[in-house]
């Protein structure tokens, strides 16, 4: 069985990431593709207008989150040289989801967990703050990343500590601490961290991306969002 099937399986035991969960009626879903016309406009490095940019699109939905991005081929990362290969190639396929909400919300575990590492990825247009769990659903263990979280999240943090399902546990970050985007999660399931502590890609390059989607599958099951 994959981790995809295994997830699927036991989705119902799910706890919410977020207070309201999210849903179909109160998320925006948002595309920061290569294909949607209105990256051509944006000015990626001007965190401000970014910022102003994200969240008067979920205002205007009369949404109170932004969600996607798995397996999204984004324009965004051409800003820092974090995201480069080399000339002729750069790691533009998103790994994981962003939920897109205010700085200072909690965020919850959503299984039983033990804290696998934590990080601070200072890098511009990195994670910043950055949280990974690890879970057992019956003998199958994978990982959680939580990304572009605040500075107090790591405060009270160590490698081993039990979370509980449940648990507010860190909270969204912001500019410029969390890795200077606009204040949202990074959330993404592993099931190999491949030796790696405190930090793991959240972004790959066109000739990656079907080794790291077999890592990393959807996350959507984690969320009430009708799909």
């Given at each position: 069985?994959?981790?995809?099937?295994?997830?699927?399986?036991?989705?119902?035991?799910?706890?919410?990431?977020?207070?309201?969960?999210?849903?179909?009626?109160?998320?925006?879903?948002?595309?920061?593709?290569?294909?949607?016309?209105?990256?051509?406009?944006?000015?990626?490095?001007?965190?401000?207008?970014?910022?102003?940019?994200?969240?008067?699109?979920?205002?205007?939905?009369?949404?109170i989150?932004?969600?996607?991005?798995?397996?999204?081929?984004?324009?965004?990362?051409?800003?820092s040289?974090?995201?480069?290969?080399?000339?002729?190639?750069?790691?533009?396929?998103?790994?994981?989801?962003?939920?897109?909400?205010?700085?200072?919300?909690?965020?919850?575990?959503?299984?039983?967990?033990?804290?696998?590492?934590?990080?601070?990825?200072?890098?511009?247009?990195?994670?910043?703050?950055?949280?990974?769990?690890?879970?057992?659903?019956?003998?199958?263990?994978?990982y959680?990343?939580?990304?572009?979280?605040?500075?107090?999240?790591?405060?009270?943090?160590?490698?081993?500590?039990?979370?509980?399902?449940?648990?507010?546990?860190?909270?969204?970050?912001?500019?410029?601490?969390?890795?200077?985007?606009?204040?949202?999660?990074?959330?993404?399931?592993?099931?190999?961290?491949?030796?790696?502590?405190?930090?793991?890609?959240?972004?790959?390059?066109?000739?990656?991306?079907?080794?790291?989607?077999?890592?990393?599958?959807?996350p959507?099951?984690?969320?009430?969002?009708?799909?």
């Open positions: 069985m994959t981790l995809t099937d295994t997830l699927a399986l036991h989705k119902e035991e799910f706890s919410p990431l977020f207070q309201p969960d999210l849903t179909p009626e109160n998320t925006l879903m948002m595309d920061f593709s290569v294909h949607n016309p209105e990256m051509k406009s944006i000015d990626f490095k001007d965190i401000e207008g970014l910022n102003r940019f994200v969240f008067k699109k979920i205002e205007k939905a009369g949404k989150y932004g969600y996607g991005g798995y397996m999204e081929d984004r324009e965004i990362y051409r800003r040289p974090l995201f480069s290969i080399s000339p002729q190639e750069a790691r533009s396929i998103h790994l994981g989801i962003d939920v897109w909400t205010p700085a200072g919300q909690n965020v919850y575990a959503p299984l039983n967990a033990t804290v696998h590492s934590f990080a601070n990825n200072a890098n511009y247009g990195d994670y910043g703050p950055t949280i990974i769990l690890e879970h057992q659903l019956g003998e199958t263990t994978f959680t990343l939580y990304g572009h979280l605040s500075l107090e999240s790591l405060q009270n943090i160590k490698k081993g500590k039990v979370i509980e399902k449940g648990e507010p546990f860190c909270q969204v970050g912001n500019f410029p601490v969390n890795g200077d985007w606009p204040p949202h999660l990074h959330f993404q399931v592993m099931g190999d961290m491949n030796g790696k502590e405190g930090d793991f890609p959240g972004v790959c390059s066109k000739k990656q991306e079907m080794d790291y989607r077999r890592i990393c599958p959807d959507v099951v984690f969320f009430s969002l009708g799909k």
